[in-house]
């Protein structure tokens, strides 16, 4: 039975290692633009998913509200925060650079009295990373989300 298990020679102690050490560089070189094309996506889904949960909200602000001007631009705001507020989850320091909420074609409470068919939500913002930094540039990676929904307010 002990004549199965083979004891390694002092030349073959050092074999893995010496593996580790050549394959480990190239794997890293393959796995650095994979983690962050998955990072790219990630933050992507959660600017799509909070320009979405902003249009949401705009589309069920009711009619009265949609009506004055003050109430709408209200409305607004807190579809702006909405937004911001999901994206601030992503990472500290990530911020939306904008965030565009359209009643139609035009910016919501900028006409007094009437009621859209479509609202619109459009934000952006960049992606920085310390760590990929030479793959996104000075600037970083930019992310935007656009969402239309139709107007379904009571």
């Given at each position: 039975m002990n004549r199965l298990i083979r004891k390694p020679c002092p030349r073959e102690r050092g074999a893995a290692a010496i593996e580790?050490?050549?394959v480990l560089p190239i794997?890293?070189?393959v796995m650095a633009p994979l983690i962050l094309y998955a990072r790219y996506m990630w933050h992507y889904t959660v600017a799509q998913k909070a320009a979405q949960d902003a249009a949401r909200y705009m589309s069920?602000?009711?009619v009265v509200e949609m009506r004055s001007k003050k109430l709408t631009v209200f409305a607004r705001s807190i579809a702006v925060e909405i937004a911001r507020r999901e994206v601030a989850d992503l990472a500290p320091g990530e911020a939306i650079s904008s965030v565009d909420v359209l009643c139609d074609t035009?910016?919501?409470g900028s006409t007094t009295g009437s009621v859209p068919t479509t609202v619109n939500v459009f934000?952006?913002?960049h992606l920085t990373d310390t760590i990929f930094n030479m793959y996104m540039g000075p600037y970083g990676i930019p992310i935007e989300a656009n969402v239309t929904?139709?107007?379904a307010g009571k």
């Open positions: 580790l050490a050549l794997l890293l070189l069920t602000v009711s035009h910016v919501c934000l952006s913002f929904m139709r107007y």
